[in-house]
């Protein structure tokens, strides 16, 4: 096979459901496509890693704390602002607006990806990724300009919750982390006939603490990364053999194209 002209394959049927939502592939449960189970609803009791449950009036969404707004673990008591409290525009929920008050924390009207890290947290309380808060940011700002309102917010509130039932649902260890096996279940169900040793190279790549697992923050990125790489296989690979042959360039331009989602 010569440099520049590669060929690429997956195994038969490992892309035919694709997965629904949002741009970059939406979380599973009950959308079709990946499954049709929904998923447990969120357990409050859920430990932490290190098995002891955390205090009391820790942050909201942790693993233990009793659940409190937005899954993830929104953060801030609503109507934490100075002055008389403003209701909701016409047809928002007003328990959300609380939400979107509280992390708009320069009260401009919209949330940039600096205050939506600030306010989602993983099971051990770390604060999201900078690269999963822009990613999120990215696909659910309409209007492109670098932030999302309220609308936004609601659609980016319920996707992240979809995302957490999803996540809980494959962490069959409750350790509040995707092991490789775990991974690969999951990706099993959506749909990815892919083996354990992508899993694990997958784990390697987005794996930030080096525990050979992955957080929640972690999970959603390279969900949406393979999804939307699959995206770009599937346009290729025009009569679904599975296999395409592409240019060196054209590779280039693929992994490019998904290294950045706009």
């Known amino acids: 096979m010569s440099w520049g002209q590669q060929q690429y394959n997956v195994p038969p049927g490992g892309y035919h459901q694709q997965p629904p939502g949002y741009y970059g592939g939406g979380p599973p449960p009950g959308q ?74 320069d009260n401009s009207g919209q949330i940039s990806a600096t205050e939506l890290r600030q306010a989602l947290i993983n099971s051990n309380w770390s604060h999201f990724n900078e690269e999963t808060c822009r990613l999120l940011i990215g696909m659910f700002d309409t209007d492109r300009n670098g932030t999302i309102d309220i609308n936004e917010f609601g659609a980016l509130w319920k996707y992240v919750k979809e995302w957490k039932g999803c996540f809980d649902r494959f962490d069959t260890d409750r350790s509040g982390n995707i092991s490789p096996n775990e991974l690969q279940t999951a990706l099993g169900s959506f749909g990815y006939r892919l083996s354990i040793n992508f899993c694990q190279l997958c784990t390697r790549v987005f794996d930030r603490a080096d525990a050979n697992s992955m957080k929640f923050d972690d999970f959603i990125q390279c969900c949406v990364m393979l999804k939307s790489l699959t995206g770009s296989f599937q346009r290729m690979d025009t009569d679904r053999d599975g296999m395409i042959d592409v240019s060196y360039e054209q590779f280039l331009e693929m992994a490019i194209d998904n290294t950045i989602i706009n």
Do not use: C, K, M
């Open 32 to 105: 079709g496509g990946y499954y049709q189970q929904q998923p447990p609803s969120y357990n409050p009791n859920y430990p932490p890693p290190g098995g002891h449950p955390p205090p009391q009036g820790g942050p909201p969404g942790a693993y233990g704390a009793p659940p409190q707004g937005p899954p993830g673990g929104y953060g801030g008591p609503p109507g934490s602002f100075g002055g008389p409290p403003s209701g909701p525009p016409p047809g928002i929920d007003p328990t959300l607006w609380e939400w979107f008050r509280s992390v708009d924390a």
